[in-house]
């Protein structure tokens, strides 16, 4: 019998990669474990390193890039674990996480899912329960109020990441799931290549009466965005096709075309300021350009979306 399925879905991050599966069998503890790796066509040696040093870890070799949410439910469907735990590449688990999560969510039969304490390199509170896409938190980012009370709770000034408790939704960096919510919920959505495929799982987890928990006693490290730091600009796109995606198949006509327009003007008005800051030119000359392609291509973007 398998306790646990680990599923890491890999993208040209060999040695992290490589660091993620030593953490997960150290901390296995008197868990039955299976690893599975999906690999989405890297070319940087990760199945080799993968075939090599962990000959036990099923290796699933993609000829192309499938995605995030088609990866996972590639694993999903030949996984045999009572849990199934969807990792990054560029996790490190720390202690007995992995025990910890699964005794907690044997414990509590109703919880369907689960994420730990996400934590940077530092030690550091990373990542903390959010709520769904929604109107006002696009306009929050778009004001920057968010990034504030981010900031705050990554100073440790918020206690929202100390203590258990339900939440709308868990990062998919590390998160929990019991057999029988992939049975009932199914898998990701695969129309989300990248981003808030885990926010529409759990709005459908949450739909079918199961509870989503934060679990901060058990830590995993997320280095964050290894993957996706190859392809920032494609991603940042990506990121709001996903939103928007997200607002069409649960939100009405109205709240889809208010997020355009928070959108078209927030977007606007940085993109005035970026071009400002880069023709003023400085060291960080080829970031603000960066910025200014990236804030054009997306508002280009929107009238075809």
């Given at each position: 019998m398998v306790d646990l399925s680990i599923i890491i879905v890999n993208w040209n991050t060999r040695n992290l990669l490589f660091q993620c599966l030593e953490s997960v069998y150290e901390s296995a503890g008197?868990?039955?474990?299976?690893?599975?790796?999906?690999?989405?066509?890297?070319?940087?040696?990760s199945v080799e390193?993968?075939?090599?040093?962990?000959?036990?870890?099923?290796?699933?070799?993609?000829?192309?890039?499938?995605?995030?949410?088609?990866?996972?439910?590639?694993?999903?469907?030949?996984?045999?674990?009572?849990?199934?735990?969807?990792?990054?590449?560029?996790?490190?688990?720390?202690?007995?996480?992995?025990e910890k999560a699964v005794a907690f969510m044997q414990s509590h039969p109703d919880v369907g899912a689960l994420s730990p304490r996400l934590l940077n390199e530092d030690g550091s509170?990373?990542?903390?329960?959010?709520?769904?896409p929604t109107l006002a938190n696009e306009l929050s980012r778009m004001l920057r109020i968010y990034n504030c009370v981010t900031w705050s709770k990554r100073k440790?000034?918020?206690?929202?990441?100390?203590?258990?408790?339900?939440?709308?939704?868990?990062?998919?960096?590390?998160?929990?799931?019991?057999?029988?919510v992939v049975g009932s919920v199914g898998g990701m959505a695969e129309d989300y290549f990248m981003y808030a495929e885990e926010d529409d799982w759990c709005y459908r987890i949450k739909r079918q009466g199961w509870k989503i928990y934060y679990y901060p006693e058990a830590r995993v490290v997320h280095?964050?965005?290894?993957?996706?730091?190859?392809?920032?600009?494609?991603?940042?796109l990506r990121l709001h096709q996903s939103k928007l995606l997200f607002f069409r198949?649960?939100?009405?006509?109205?709240?889809?075309?208010?997020?355009?327009?928070?959108?078209?003007?927030?977007?606007?008005?940085?993109?005035?300021?970026?071009?400002?800051?880069?023709?003023?030119?400085?060291?960080?000359s080829e970031a603000w350009n960066r910025k200014r392609k990236e804030y054009r291509a997306l508002l280009h973007g929107l009238a075809s979306w």
């Amino acid at each position: 019998m398998v306790d646990l399925s680990i599923i890491i879905v890999n993208w040209n991050t060999r040695n992290l990669l490589f660091q993620c599966l030593e953490s997960v069998y150290e901390s296995a503890g008197r868990l039955n474990l299976e690893v599975i790796v999906v690999d989405n066509a890297s070319t940087d040696g990760s199945v080799e390193m993968v075939q090599e040093q962990f000959p036990h870890v099923r290796l699933v070799e993609n000829r192309k890039n499938a995605g995030f949410a088609a990866a996972n439910n590639q694993a999903m469907r030949i996984s045999k674990g009572d849990y199934i735990c969807l990792l990054n590449s560029d996790t490190v688990v720390l202690g007995n996480a992995l025990e910890k999560a699964v005794a907690f969510m044997q414990s509590h039969p109703d919880v369907g899912a689960l994420s730990p304490r996400l934590l940077n390199e530092d030690g550091s509170l990373q990542d903390f329960p959010k709520s769904y896409p929604t109107l006002a938190n696009e306009l929050s980012r778009m004001l920057r109020i968010y990034n504030c009370v981010t900031w705050s709770k990554r100073k440790g000034l918020v206690t929202s990441g100390e203590y258990t408790r339900e939440v709308d939704r868990v990062k998919g960096a590390c998160l929990l799931v019991q057999r029988q919510v992939v049975g009932s919920v199914g898998g990701m959505a695969e129309d989300y290549f990248m981003y808030a495929e885990e926010d529409d799982w759990c709005y459908r987890i949450k739909r079918q009466g199961w509870k989503i928990y934060y679990y901060p006693e058990a830590r995993v490290v997320h280095y964050g965005g290894s993957s996706i730091k190859q392809v920032s600009h494609q991603m940042f796109l990506r990121l709001h096709q996903s939103k928007l995606l997200f607002f069409r198949r649960y939100y009405s006509p109205t709240s889809v075309w208010l997020l355009r327009v928070i959108w078209w003007i927030g977007y606007r008005v940085r993109l005035a300021f970026v071009s400002l800051l880069w023709m003023l030119g400085g060291k960080a000359s080829e970031a603000w350009n960066r910025k200014r392609k990236e804030y054009r291509a997306l508002l280009h973007g929107l009238a075809s979306w």
